[in-house]
């Protein structure tokens, strides 16, 4: 009887702990638009927050039309490494690139009237992209479907319009299967309506369901990858900088331009568009411009060659080429991308001779900028000497090569010469003077 009691009471210690480990945390993800570097990194943040709050199952909810392969094999490969089950729910459609991604998946559910397949890789313009992409994207299909257990042959048909599979594919033609027929060929496991239906029919009773959703601050970053926006962007980094090498010390214009370069470049860093060599050659451009502006005064290859590495990272940065390869780059992009870039630079030119003159004389400005012109007839002295010092003599009493020390009347001073070397003990004429030294040069008998 003892016995029987100390069972009970163990029974009743477990039974929470029991019921907690059966309740299964349910993670859900959607890919529900063109594969890119936004979408790749979605995924990688989805799948850290699954791993954070322990999520015993993740689904993705899909409904793509495909987009850039490298993505998508980047997408695969994080799903072909989650150690628990991943399942996707195609509730619309999973061409090209999403069939891939929904093939690494471990088990495919469709809602009525869903597809999957048509996976022959495109260009740009929409056109069949040359053999040796459609050779990649066949491998990739194939060992994708055979790690998962489904006919590799039917995967490569989704690419291969020259592949023939009795009763299944004519050549000619590319594999695109209805719910029905994925189920019959193994590409799906089950017709759904919800994401409840799935979880149901695998005997999970017992499950919370958390929606993954980008914070607050990711969001905020895929804002600042519309081009209209990197185009203020670049605008205000030009302005901010011409702004403060117009009246520096301020401080203000120059940590405007640096906050717009900093939103400029992390978000398009971040989601995989800006390499890094795109950002030091875009910062080689700024260094090749100052270097005619401070150094070399004038327009000459410094100055060229500044501006075109300046504006082509610019470019660069906001899409999504391999090394300047631009096969799968939309045209569009490369569009929008030049002329959010060329509409800022000039945008900014435009500014800077429109609005500067305004900007100079106007109160606000002025209460924070030294302005006003100090002329020697308002009382404003430019040296430190009490008495005219131009035309008096004297001697070197250190070399002045070109700057040194002078005596002049038992007194010593700074002093420079115009450029050519003085000895010491060599008598000197002052020819100028400029604040705290005396210019000065060797004395002729």
Known sequence: MRNCFFILVALFCTLPAFAQQTTKKVMVMDIKSEIDPRTNRYVELALENARKIEADIIII???????????????????????????????????????????????????????????TVVDATGERAPDKYQSYMRGIMRSTAEQNGRNPSIAEGMVDESIVIDSIKKEGQVITFSTSEAIKYGYCEAKVNSIEEILELNKVKSYTIEKFELSAVDKIVSIFLNPFISGILILIIIAGIYFEMQAPGIGFPLLAAGIALVLYLVPYYLNGLAENWEIITLFIGF?????????????????????????????????????????????????????????????????????????????????????????????????????????????????????????????????????????????????GEDTTSLQVKQRTA
């Open 61 to 119: 909810e899909m409904d793509t039309y495909g987009g850039v392969l490298t993505d998508a094999k980047e997408i695969v490969d994080k799903i072909m490494d989650w150690e628990k089950p991943i399942w996707v729910y195609i509730n619309s459609d999973a061409a090209s690139a999403g069939a891939l991604i929904s093939i690494a998946c471990d088990s495919i559910y469709m809602a009525p009237g869903a597809s999957i397949g048509a996976a």
């Open 287 to 431: 260094a090749l411009i100052a270097v005619e502006i401070f150094v070399l005064p004038g327009f000459g290859i410094a100055g060229i060659a500044g501006i075109v590495l300046t504006v082509g990272s610019l470019i660069l940065i906001m899409v999504n080429n391999d090394a300047f390869d631009f096969e799968f780059v939309a045209s569009e992009s490369l569009i929008y991308a030049a002329a959010a870039a060329f509409a800022g630079l000039f945008g900014g030119i435009v500014l800077l001779f429109v609005g500067g003159g305004k900007l100079m004389q106007s109160k606000r400005f002025q209460a924070i900028a030294l302005t006003e012109t100090m002329d020697k007839e308002k009382g404003f002295v430019g040296t430190f000497f009490t008495d005219k010092m131009t035309g008096k003599q004297g001697k070197a009493i250190t070399v002045l090569r070109p700057s040194g020390k002078i005596e002049i009347d038992g007194k010593v001073y700074d002093a420079y010469s115009r450029g050519e070397y003085i000895e010491k003990d060599t008598e000197i004429e002052v020819i």
